[in-house]
């Protein structure tokens, strides 16, 4: 694409589900489109927690944008990571130097995982928002594992086989769900020293229920289902610390360290380090999250040609809450702002964003998920159906759908998680570190 032709430029930041919707709407439009992402490939990030429990592969989840996008005339994709945004000028600055010219740009770079203040907590208590989240918590597990058989020490046989998941979100619970089925039918009869049946999965939550987003019933249904498979859900309880030993947690003004291997953490999000960038050039506002306050139309104050969308964003509806991050509403924000760019070059009003919700869904485990679509909510074999047939469909690429369909049935019929590779460095595995003593000063802060 010419930079210099007069045909209106589009560039978008990021390739997850709003850029790219966007991008694929604009395919008619009379504009040149440019898709930068720092990856090659757009991921489905909803089922990350099945890669990280063996039950699907990675590819089986991800797609690369160029195969996508190919059959678009007007639209390139570019790999690289945006380092700025140069307002004045128009330009969007990337890590290398390069700069891309737009006329409106749209920001969908997402968010990562937040320790709340607390980020030296994250190499021992990964998160799970990438491929290589999703392949080092799947090495971490089966490695656990791996060093209980080998384990003669009772304590540290014990502490190889106990799991924490930080956080009662969709992800934590579907995580814990996952785990519990793992440990409990696909590895039952793999060991000979061990009883992966006997493994700890304990789910930590800080408020009073599972799935807090949900309807109490739903919640205390999800919680059932989570107890049914062996998971030890605590409620209202904090997270301390988080050490290479496993985790201090408090309950009622009591700590406990919990001797673990491994950690996964489910807790809170935070914007990308771009949100900040952008906020400090326009002037925009700044939620809790790091996410850019938009205005009704998602564009930013004082600057109609930027665009925020997904999980960056902060919409505030008319109730003054803000929509989730979760992605419908990033879907149906990057398919308005591809009606919005269209309307604009024709010289009509753009008019406001309205989010239609469709709905929420979360599976626990086998034949168990929860519903709840606001005028009905129901649990159990017929919402874990439809969760997976609306998971499937939405997988961007005909070839993904087809593979994940085959490999769920597989693991239907016969229990077993085929994609189950450790992978990345061998694990070694000290002693657990001791519990900290009551009388020792408590200097750490909380999440």
């Known amino acids: ?75 390139a994709v570019r790999q690289g990571e ?90 934590g619970v579907e995580m814990a769900g996952a785990l519990a089925e793992l440990s409990r039918h696909t590895l039952e009869q793999e060991f ?33 289902s989570l107890e049914r498979l062996g998971v030890s859900v605590q409620l209202r309880t904090k997270i301390i610390d988080v050490d290479a030993g496993g985790a201090t947690i408090e309950t009622d003004s009591q700590r406990e360290h919990i001797a673990a291997r491994t950690v996964i953490w489910a807790a809170g999000v935070q914007a990308s380090p771009l949100g900040r960038a952008i906020a400090e050039k326009t002037k925009t506002e700044l939620d809790r999250n790091g996410r850019l306050v938009v205005n009704s139309d998602l564009t930013v104050p004082g600057h109609p040609e930027i665009f925020v969308i997904g999980d960056l964003a902060c919409f505030r509806q008319a109730d003054g809450r803000p929509l989730p991050g979760v992605a419908p509403v990033a879907i149906q924000q990057g398919r308005f702002v591809a009606r919005a760019i269209a309307r604009r070059l024709r010289g009509q009003p753009v008019g406001s964003f309205r989010y239609r919700d469709m709905g929420n869904l979360a599976t626990i485990g086998r034949s168990a998920a929860v519903a709840d679509f606001g005028w009905l909510r129901f649990s159990g074999f017929l919402a874990w159906f439809l969760w997976l047939v609306i998971h499937l469909m939405n997988l961007i690429m005909f070839q993904n759908r087809l593979l994940v369909l085959i490999q769920w049935a597989w693991n239907y019929f016969t229990y077993n998680r085929s994609a189950r590779l450790i992978t990345g460095p061998t694990e070694s595995f000290p002693p657990p570190a001791p519990a900290p003593s009551p009388n020792d000063p408590q200097t750490r802060s909380s999440a």
């Open 1 to 75: 694409m010419n930079p210099q032709r007069p045909t209106h430029r589009v560039v978008i930041v990021g390739g997850g589900f709003g850029g790219l919707n966007l991008a694929r709407r604009l395919a008619r439009s009379p504009v040149d489109v440019v898709l930068i992402d720092r990856r090659n490939f757009h991921l489905f990030q909803p089922l990350l927690f099945q890669v990280a429990t063996g039950a699907l592969s990675p590819a089986n989840i991800a797609a690369p944008l160029r195969s996508i996008l190919r059959g678009q005339r007007n639209t």
């Open 82 to 171: 945006v380092a700025d945004i140069d307002v004045a000028r128009r330009e969007v600055v990337l890590r290398e130097g390069a700069r891309v010219l737009y006329d409106t740009l749209v920001v969908a770079s997402g968010v990562r995982h937040s320790y709340f203040g607390n980020d030296q907590w994250e190499p021992n208590a990964p998160g799970l928002k990438s491929i290589e989240d999703a392949t080092e918590i799947r090495r971490r597990v089966l490695s656990a594992f791996e060093a209980a058989e080998q384990e003669s020490s009772p304590e540290n046989r014990a502490a190889c086989l106990t799991f924490i998941i930080v956080g009662g979100g969709p992800t």
């Open 192 to 224: 000979r020293t061990i009883k992966t049946s006997e493994a700890r999965i304990l789910l930590v939550e800080g408020l009073d229920r599972v799935l807090p987003t949900y309807p109490p019933s739903l919640s205390q249904k999800a919680l059932k």
